[in-house]
């Protein structure tokens, strides 16, 4: 009996040694880098260009034999080849002297002309030019460029025609606002707005710097941080190097380009921010900037100005209602058959006598759809929104130029759409029920039908999956256009007969189909290719189902697993989380992003996302805005319910080691979850995050935790906000914990992880900081190294894995050695 319990223990002891020495595969997860995977997947969904003869369109469509241009008239339901791929290389080699084939077109910007009977494009060929509209330096060598070739091919007769003569439109300058009928170019210089004509704009186009150029002043009033446009995201330097150049300025025009209206925001009592780029050359940088926190009372005001672009005067709209307020104008939805245009302006969301804005409280409690009097200035308010938590609209769609509108509401607790007057009195609600509205796609007048998307009206499915509907504008007839268990994404034609349907589950391959608008199927476009990923071991993912702590409310998640899966083994689990409020890091559809989740895996882990109440707004109210007033901990308990309720569920997933990681708000919530749950997750990684949402920016903090309005018996009105930070919590840390953020990130200050990285420190606590140099939120060109920095973390702490090399020869692997230097 004695040798037994011997035996016993050894064995036991011998599985702690062996799990405690689990090497991370590291190989495995290199298969699927992001440079490995732009050779194995290509096209997953149709990108449709429609014409303007209104049912045609064309689109590219990439696999593992090339890329194959098509062009489908959906009214007679034929998809045709562009041209023929091998004929289009071999007339292209005969003229640009470069050798192309069929498989490797360098083909660029597609643009039908001629009626639709034709099409021009470019290629660029190897031989080098000295570059138009670039006047050398006395002395200095002239710039040179690729010579880029242009050419017209005519459907009807497979003729391609050499452009030699062509001039090619330029590209709209960064700069200019340029009106509907061409003839006025806007643009902020000074801090003031200016104009010029046409002419004198392609003088510019050519030469910034042309002395001869004529422009007039608008304004004279414009100073730093109260001016009429201009840019972000410039170090000081750089503000004072490019001061008396012309920038951008952001306006909405009218159809008629007889008005335009502006935004303009007086930022000058908003404090200051700054980050410091240390590896700038030649030395370092500041970047000043202005950024309002949660509570501040120095807010930015806003101001609405209508301008009449012919005698050059404007007035000031008195949009006054909520102390703080925000203003917004809607842009008009852009006709899909202009996206291949040259130039398109920004029109105002109305007729050339009136638009539409939004107004909206500080706490966001209450928001006003309001009619402007193009010609007056004078504001109507139409439709007035008021809930207890904050209020979310969409842009409102009009009926014969705004005589009905159809507005976007979640006053019954579900997103709906609303049938209203011109004078603001509700007709009627045209959707209902427990099932969520998204956007409107278009509407036919004259039929009176609304076409939209929506989720969650479907049974047995996952009510995030996303489908196309029509409806009456009367609420009757309401009818599923693209049935099907999967995540929908749709592009409709102008006239709203035809619809792209591209449609996936994360576990199925990619599909494409071109629909009518009574939801009959008129042909399959596309499969995605999925061959070179399957060869090199790629497997899908699992969709889950579990219950949230409440122990009513269903969650819906996604399981990764390491492509060589073995049900016998023990895995370590890793939670890849993103709280929302505005969106769940759970992906519904096929997507190309595998580096947090699929690629994580590869390593050893069962890695999973899962929502949270509190998460996506594309459900019911009541579970978007759960959070609200807990912005700390209200994902957190979810979190840990559904990976025990996955434990209990599969004998392969190890509960005692657990770990989380997050990026921006799920930085903030893993570690937040270190240390509200310190004996349950094990291990973080938490970049970017927001731990102190006390210094994040005032409009996502407030708004999603909530900001209590005050006003004093002498009718003053402040604004009190308080919330709980991670900092607090730093001396419950139990576990490993690796903290990063790039040092020069002006959306998420580094402030908030140094804070973090301080009261640990004062905590006495060992964790790890990882300082990404000149990197913003998203971690740019260091992302890769990032990654596997994560692994490296999980894999000695989850795996006990700890002795990865000093070079990271993953990555070095995908470099070319040239010489002495080495090319990424």
Request: neutral net charge.
């Amino acid at each position: 009996m004695r040798k037994s319990f011997v035996w016993l223990c050894c064995f036991i002891a011998l599985s702690v040694s062996v799990q405690a020495q689990q090497k991370g595969n590291y190989a495995l997860a290199a298969r699927f880098s992001p440079k490995k995977m732009e050779k194995m997947l290509f096209s997953t969904s149709v990108d449709p260009h429609w014409l303007k003869s209104g049912d045609k369109f064309w689109y590219m469509y990439q696999t593992t034999a090339g890329k194959v241009w098509y062009l489908v008239d959906a009214a007679k339901g034929t998809k045709t080849k562009l041209f023929d791929n091998d004929k289009m290389a071999a007339d292209i080699t005969r003229i640009v002297k470069d050798p192309f084939d069929g498989q490797h077109l360098p083909i660029d910007r597609i643009k039908f002309v001629k009626n639709e009977t034709a099409f021009q494009f470019e290629v660029k060929s190897t031989e080098e030019v000295e570059k138009k509209d670039t006047a050398a330096k006395k002395g200095a060598e002239p710039t040179k460029e690729k010579k880029t070739y242009y050419f017209e091919y005519t459907l009807a007769t497979g003729q391609l025609t050499e452009l030699k003569d062509f001039e090619k439109p330029k590209d709209r300058a960064q700069w200019a606002s340029i009106s509907p009928d061409k003839s006025i170019v806007l643009f902020s210089k000074l801090n003031n707005l200016y104009w010029m004509d046409s002419v004198n704009y392609n003088k510019a186009l050519k030469n910034e710097d042309d002395s001869t150029i004529v422009e007039y002043q608008l304004t004279k009033d414009g100073e730093e941080n109260f001016s009429y446009g201009g840019g972000r995201n410039e170090t000081n330097v750089e503000k004072e190097k490019n001061a008396k150049k012309r920038k951008s300025v952001f306006v909405y025009w009218s159809p008629d380009s007889k008005r335009f209206a502006l935004m303009r925001s007086d930022e000058r009592k908003v404090k200051d921010l700054w980050v410091i780029n240390s590896v700038a050359e030649p030395r370092p940088t500041l970047e000043t900037y202005k950024y309002q926190m949660p509570g501040e009372k120095e807010a930015p005001e806003r101001y609405l100005y209508i301008f009449d672009a012919s005698s050059k005067t404007s007035k000031i709209v008195n949009t006054a209602a909520f102390k703080n307020q925000e203003i917004g104008m809607w842009s008009a939805p852009m006709a899909e058959s202009s996206r291949d245009d040259d130039f398109r302006s920004n029109i105002w969301h109305g007729t050339n006598t009136h638009f539409y804005m939004s107004r909206t409280s500080r706490d966001l409690h209450k928001i006003d759809i309001c009619k402007v009097d193009a010609t007056t200035g004078a504001v109507t308010t139409l439709i007035e929104e008021r809930l207890n938590t904050y209020v979310e609209i969409r842009r409102p769609a009009l009926i014969n130029g705004g005589k009905e509108i159809v507005h976007w509401s979640e006053r019954d607790g579900w997103g709906h759409f609303y049938l209203y007057d011109d004078k603001g009195t509700m007709i009627r609600q045209i959707t209902s029920g427990p099932w969520h509205t998204e956007d409107i796609e278009g509407i036919d007048e004259v039929g009176r039908v609304m076409y939209f998307t929506a989720n969650a009206r479907e049974a047995n499915e996952d009510p995030y999956y996303n489908h196309l509907y029509r409806i009456n504008l009367d609420g009757s007839n309401l009818k599923l256009l693209n049935p099907g268990d999967f995540d929908h994404q749709v592009s409709g034609n102008d006239n709203k007969r035809f619809f792209v349907n591209n449609f996936s589950r994360v576990n199925t391959i990619p599909v494409s189909t071109l629909l009518d608008n009574t939801g009959r199927v008129v042909m399959q476009l596309e499969q995605a290719d999925f061959s070179s990923l399957f060869a090199a071991g790629y497997k899908f993912p699992e969709p889950f189902k579990v219950k949230a702590d409440d122990g009513i409310t269903d969650l819906y998640g996604v399981m990764y697993k390491p492509f060589d899966f073995d049900s016998t083994k023990r895995y370590p689990l890793i939670e890849y989380v993103y709280p929302g409020p505005q969106t769940e890091a759970v992906n519904k559809a096929f997507g190309r992003g595998l580096d947090r989740t699929d690629r994580l895996a590869q390593f050893g882990f069962v890695v999973v996302t899962i929502g949270n109440r509190g998460g996506h707004p594309n459900r019911s109210k009541w579970y978007h805005n759960f959070g609200y007033g807990n912005l700390r901990d209200y994902g957190l308990a979810d979190k840990k319910a559904a990976a025990e309720q996955l434990a209990d569920r599969y004998s392969f997933i190890d509960i005692n080691r657990v770990g989380i990681h997050g990026h921006s708000g799920g930085g903030f919530m893993s570690t937040a979850a270190m240390l509200v749950y310190p004996d349950f997750f094990k291990v973080a990684v938490s970049s970017a995050g927001n731990h102190e949402n006390n210094i994040y920016n005032r409009w996502w903090s407030e708004k999603h935790h909530g900001v209590k309005e005050v006003i004093s018996a002498k009718g003053d009105t402040s604004f009190v906000y308080s919330i709980e930070k991670n900092p607090e919590l730093a001396k419950n840390l139990k576990g490993h914990l690796m903290l990063s953020h790039g040092d020069i990130d002006n959306n998420v200050h580094p402030g908030n992880s140094i804070r973090m990285a301080n009261a640990l420190i004062k905590a006495n606590k060992r964790f790890e900081f990882v300082l990404l140099p000149g990197q913003r939120h998203g971690y740019g060109d260091m992302t890769e190294y990032f990654f596997w920095k994560m692994g490296d973390y999980f894999c000695a702490h989850l795996l006990g894995d700890t002795n990865p090399p000093v070079d990271i020869i993953e990555m070095t692997k995908e470099q070319e050695q040239s010489g002495n230097k080495r090319r990424n």
